[in-house]
Structure formats: structure tokens, C-alpha cells
T-cell receptor, first 117, second 111 residues
Framework: DAGVTQSPTHLIKTRGQQVTLRCSPK?????VSWYQQALGQGPQFIFQ???????QRGNFPDRFSGHQFPNYSSELNVNALLLGDSALYLC????????????????FGQGTRLTVV | QQPVQSPQAVILREGEDAVINCSSS?????VHWYRQKHGEAPVFLMI???GGEQKGHEKISASFNEKKQQSSLYLTASQLSYSGTYFC????????????WGAGTKLIIKP
């Protein structure tokens, strides 16, 4: 089992550009959550996808958007990049149990380190 | 609102014990604990649910005081492999059942 895989591992972009990050969940998992982690901070919840729909969203602007495909993989898109978007972006997959999204173990990918210059 | 973790950092000798605390001002549905080593993904340790249910690894113990909205993670007879940053994530109706993460507790184990 490959676990959660994210690509790319590192990325450097210029302010104003757009970026797409990708995540393949652990085999058998149907829910993907995205987090932004600044250096020395805890992860900040961006949004969660289940059944190809955004089910939950954190306090992030509309520049952050996502998508989930029928095979449960997911993309995170960020438009009009700002310097403050520089962070580690983590994807976590889990399995919905009895309609509960959050009270199950989540498996995290290694993350994508995004640097905006 | 972000849960508060304490201490911010702790340095132990191998074999010593540590307690990491997580407190919230919100009525919690669950508390999640993860450990993250430098440059690696966070790894699941434990979930504590309102009502007393716990899911986690056998060697990890934790408590959840529902009245005080506090959770503690107990690390006994620490090993070098325990080093890392420990995060608690809290889930509540107030957060619309999103996980809100604390700032982390950095644990350093010395031989």
C-alpha cells in the first residue's frame, strides 16, 4: 500500500501565478482533506472533499479551490499567489464512518513545499 | 478558536516521562493527537471521543476531560523515537466539526 502520495514535493512560483497540487489517497479511503502548514505552526484546514464535493471549508479565500475525481484523488488549486501562501501543503485521507467525517484516523502525505517569490 | 497546547517544548532524557496538554474553550466532540517529525508527514497517535471511546496505538495513552475540555497525552519511558512535534486537533460543533489544530509541542529526547 503506497499510502497517501502528493506531487510535486517542492515547487517555486512567482507572485500572481497559479499552482495545482495533487494528492492520491490511501487505498480504500474516500475522503481527502487539505491543510496549509506554515513553518513552526500547526496545520490549518483548507477544505475537505467527499463524493467529489467540497463538504467542509476552512477560513481560506476563494483563491483556494479544489476538486476530487471519481478515483478519490484530489487537486488543490491556488490562484493569484501571494508571498504569504508559501507553506507546506498537506493532504490527508480518511474513511467516512457512519457519516462522521472527522472521528477517524487520517493518513497524511509528505506534503508539497510551496515557495512563492 | 485554536486549542492551546502546553508546554511549547520539552527536553527529556531517554526513559523519562512527559505529559502534553491540550485545552479548548469550546465544547469538544473529539480530540486527535498526531506526531510530526521534521520533514515528515504527521502520524496518527490517538483519537478521543466524547463519551469515552478511544482509538489509538497500544503504547500511547491519553485522557479527555469533557467537563474541562482538556486532553493530555502521556509519554512514559520515552525513547529516542518519540522525538518530534506533537499536535492536538480538536473537533466541535462550533468549528462545524472541522479539526482545529494547536500550535504544537516540540519534544526532544536526549540519550
Amino acid at each position: 500500500d503506497a499510502g497517501v502520495t502528493q506531487s510535486p514535493t517542492h515547487l517555486i512560483k512567482t507572485r500572481g501565478q497559479q499552482v495545482t497540487l495533487r494528492c492520491s489517497p490511501k487505498s480504500g479511503h474516500d475522503t481527502v482533506s487539505w491543510y496549509q502548514q506554515a513553518l513552526g505552526q500547526g496545520p490549518q484546514f483548507i477544505f475537505q472533499y467527499y463524493e467529489e464535493e467540497e463538504r467542509q471549508r476552512g477560513n481560506f479565500p476563494d483563491r483556494f479551490s479544489g476538486h476530487q475525481f471519481p478515483n478519490y484523488s484530489s487537486e488543490l488549486n491556488v490562484n493569484a499567489l501571494l508571498l504569504g501562501d508559501s507553506a507546506l501543503y498537506l493532504c490527508a485521507s480518511s474513511l467516512v464512518v457512519l457519516g462522521k467525517f472527522m472521528n477517524t484516523e487520517a493518513f497524511f502525505g509528505q506534503g508539497t513545499r510551496l515557495t512563492v517569490v | 478558536q485554536q486549542p492551546v497546547q502546553s508546554p511549547q517544548a520539552v527536553i527529556l532524557r531517554e526513559g523519562e516521562d512527559a505529559v502534553i496538554n491540550c485545552s479548548s474553550s469550546k465544547a469538544l466532540y473529539s480530540v486527535h493527537w498526531y506526531r510530526q517529525k521534521h520533514g515528515e508527514a504527521p502520524v496518527f497517535l490517538m483519537i478521543l471521543l466524547k463519551g469515552g471511546e478511544q482509538k489509538g496505538h497500544e503504547k500511547i495513552s491519553a485522557s479527555f476531560n469533557e467537563k474541562k475540555q482538556q486532553s493530555s497525552l502521556y509519554l512514559t519511558a520515552s525513547q529516542l523515537s518519540y522525538s518530534g512535534t506533537y499536535f492536538c486537533g480538536t473537533e466541535s460543533a462550533d468549528s462545524n466539526y472541522q479539526l482545529i489544530w494547536g500550535a504544537g509541542t516540540k519534544l526532544i529526547i536526549k540519550p
